[in-house]
């Protein structure tokens, strides 16, 4: 089994910054993407970034320029720099990881269990 454990989460004045992580550990064989998911009270849970294995990133539109994440495999984590907060940044973000327990086993996704981003106007 792999398990995600996020940190980082708090209260912030808009305009302000907060830097997520999220550490992998358990039984992994190989770790692949790994993202920020966010999920707002009453809205679907949404891809805030991604990262893959080689370093290629992908991000939501309202984040991009704001937002910047990456990754220390030597670490198994993954990190979300978030600057300029904007109130309707208020969410539970949410680790995801694709991850292999054995050598000839298959690529499963993990979820970590959230934590709470909440900003002020």
């Known amino acids: 089994q792999v398990q995600l454990v996020e940190s980082g989460g708090g209260l912030v004045q808009a305009g302000g910054s907060l830097r997520l992580s999220c550490v992998a550990s358990g039984s992994m064989f190989s770790i692949g993407t790994m993202g920020w998911y966010r999920q707002a009270p009453g809205k679907q849970r949404e891809l805030v970034a991604g990262?893959?294995?080689?370093?290629?990133?992908d991000y939501a539109d309202s984040v991009k320029g704001r937002f910047t994440v990456s990754r220390d495999d030597a670490k198994n984590t993954v990190y979300l720099q978030m600057n300029s907060l904007k109130p309707e940044d208020t969410a539970v973000y949410y680790c995801r990881a694709e991850a292999q327990t054995g050598q000839y086993y298959g690529w499963y996704q993990y979820w970590g269990q959230g934590t709470q981003v909440t900003v002020s106007s």
């Open positions: 990262i893959t294995r080689g370093g290629s990133t």
